[in-house]
Nanobody, 114 residues
């Protein structure tokens, strides 16, 4: 079992920044990697960023060069630094493990106003 708790969401104007956090009850290295997903109302869930245990990262084209995924292994915490936010980034953001089974957090809402 594992529990993930996200935080850091909020309301921000376009062009602003937010940093999301995801605290895991287990070492991040006990999974095969970590991911951030998002889901906007009426849309399917989208994979935003991935981080594997070797430190390799991958991003959706829509967020590349604006978002950065990182981790602090001492704190069992995954981060998503989001810069140059756009209204289309508005969504519920979830962290998830790369594992079987997959563990999900409860989500944190990000709202970007024009």
């Amino acid at each position: 079992q594992a529990q993930l708790v996200e935080s850091g969401g909020g309301v921000v104007q376009a062009g602003g920044s937010l940093r999301l956090s995801c605290v895991s009850s287990r070492s991040l290295f006990s999974f095969n990697g970590m991911r951030w997903h998002r889901q906007a109302p009426g849309k399917e869930r989208e994979l935003v960023a991935s981080l594997d245990n070797s430190g390799n990262t991958d991003y959706a084209p829509s967020v590349k060069d604006r978002f950065t995924i990182s981790r602090d292994t001492n704190k069992n915490t995954l981060y998503l630094q989001m810069n140059s936010l756009k209204p289309e980034d508005t969504a519920m953001y979830y962290c998830a493990t790369v594992s079987k089974p997959t563990y999900w957090g409860q989500g944190t809402q990000v709202t970007v106003s024009p």
